[in-house]
């Protein structure tokens, strides 16, 4: 059974979310622009788009310090589990 928590801002808690997605959506609820996000990183601007959009794969380190800094799992930013840690189960 799939749960949907339908009063949070959406971040990983339904089967067609993407990582890039999940990232815009947590980047968003905190009230950062992609620049911003990119200086706390310390990587380009349009690198957190190509995430976003995902035009490109976000490496596992990065995955690491955006799970720490959003304060959800890895596996919240990979749309395996949602942010409350219930699992996901893919279509």
Do not use: W
């Not at 815009?24 to 996000?37: I, T």
């Not at 310390?42 to 799970?67: C, F, M, W």
């Amino acid at each position: 059974m799939q749960v949907f928590h339908t009063n949070l801002p959406p971040k990983c808690n339904n089967s067609y979310m993407t990582t890039g997605r999940v990232i815009a959506n947590l980047r968003k609820e905190k009230g950062l622009s992609q620049v911003e996000l990119a200086k706390i990183l310390g990587i380009g601007k349009s690198t957190i788009a190509h995430y976003e959009v995902d035009k490109r794969q976000v490496p596992n380190i990065l995955l690491v310090k955006l799970a720490d800094f959003f304060d959800v799992t890895t596996d919240c930013l990979l749309c395996r589990e949602d942010e409350f840690g219930i699992k996901i189960k893919k279509p």
